[in-house]
Every structure is written in structure tokens, then in C-alpha cells.
């Protein structure tokens, strides 16, 4: 027997009703088939068809003990990139905290796990991801998956088949423009995208 302890991504969804959580999930089926997703409430059979045909992995938890509102965010590890030896630059500030610089663009099937501030001057290409437990900066399209867990993201658009998730929350891709620098917060518990003027 081999036991090996490993971070997932994850989200929980509350299922209130069938129609509406079917809708969320044609529409964002791409992004979410990346992830672990943790069901609660009316998980009807028709759900857990079309997420066994999506090959999706999940559980419904509704009659689980886990409790979830008081759990931490996990930090995600800071991780080799498979293959490649990467030397991109780290720039440190007086006051000692770091930011990873990538002046270039990522390409398709490269993994980024950062807990550092990133700043990316190039696109995200279809199939590479970025996982950051801080801000955010890309100069070019995002095409690939993009997670931003820090205090804020500029982006300067998301392409057909990009994907950004900010704090736990998908932005939709009409909310972006295109070939526009942008800064997306959160303020009063709501998402915020503006202008970088």
C-alpha cells in the first residue's frame, strides 16, 4: 500500500436547483472539469449523469460531516515545472517580498504554481495554467486557465478558450474587453473589473 497526501483544487457548489445548476455548468463545463467539485443539496441522478458523461470528478457531500465554512485556504505548493528547467528572473523589493517575472509567453501544456506576486509579459496559451496564491499581472491574451487568489489581477483580455477564476469567482468572459488593460478587485464582496487608465 502506498498513501501519498496531495492538494487538490476544488470548488463547492450549493445546488439549489437542478435547471440552474445545469445551466452554470454548460456554460463553464471547460473550466470546472479542471477541478474537484464538492456538490451540496439537491443533487438530482441527472446531475450525476451529465457529470459522469463530462468525466467529471465529484462527490455530493450533503450527507457528509465535512464542515467547510471554517476551512483556511490551502496554499498551493510551489511546484517544478515537469521537464523544464526554468530560469526566470525573481525580483525581490526592500521590503524582502518576491515576484516572479515571465517575459515571455506560457505555452500550451506548461504548469505554473506560484505563491508569489506574477507578472507575465506575453499571452497564456490554450492548455497551459497558472495557479497563483497572489496578484496577477498578463500583458497578453489569456487563452489558457488562469487562478488568482491575490489582492488583485490586471489582464488585457480573455481569448475564446481562456478561463480566469479570481478569489473563487469565474469571470465571464463578456465582462472583460479585449486589447484593454483592466484591473479586477473585490470590494463589499463583489467582483469589480475597471479600467487601467
Do not use: W
Request: charged content about 30%; glycine content about 8%.
Amino acid at each position: 500500500m502506498k498513501v501519498t497526501q496531495k492538494n487538490l483544487r476544488v470548488f463547492h457548489i450549493l445546488v439549489n436547483e437542478e435547471t440552474a445548476f445545469l445551466d452554470y455548468f454548460n456554460k463553464n463545463s471547460v473550466l470546472l472539469k479542471e477541478f474537484f467539485l464538492l456538490l451540496e443539496g439537491r443533487v438530482t441522478p441527472k446531475i450525476c449523469s451529465i457529470l459522469d458523461k463530462a468525466q467529471v470528478c465529484y462527490k455530493d457531500i450533503s450527507s457528509c460531516s465535512l464542515r467547510l465554512s471554517g476551512v483556511k485556504k490551502d496554499e498551493l505548493p510551489a511546484q517544478e515545472q515537469k521537464g523544464i528547467e526554468q530560469k526566470e528572473p525573481i525580483a525581490t523589493s526592500k521590503e524582502g517580498l518576491k515576484l516572479k517575472v515571465y517575459d515571455r509567453p506560457i505555452r500550451s501544456g506548461e504548469e505554473i504554481s506560484q505563491d508569489v506576486p506574477v507578472v507575465i509579459f506575453g499571452r497564456i496559451n490554450s492548455g497551459s495554467k497558472l495557479f497563483c496564491q497572489d496578484s496577477v499581472s498578463v500583458y497578453g491574451v489569456i487563452d489558457g486557465l488562469v487562478q488568482c487568489d491575490g489582492e488583485y489581477m490586471v489582464l488585457n483580455g480573455i481569448g475564446e478558450r481562456g478561463n480566469v477564476i479570481f478569489n473563487g469567482e469565474i469571470i465571464e468572459k463578456e465582462s472583460v474587453k479585449h486589447n484593454v488593460l483592466q484591473k479586477i478587485t473585490i470590494r463589499n464582496h463583489r467582483v469589480e473589473i475597471k479600467e487601467v487608465v
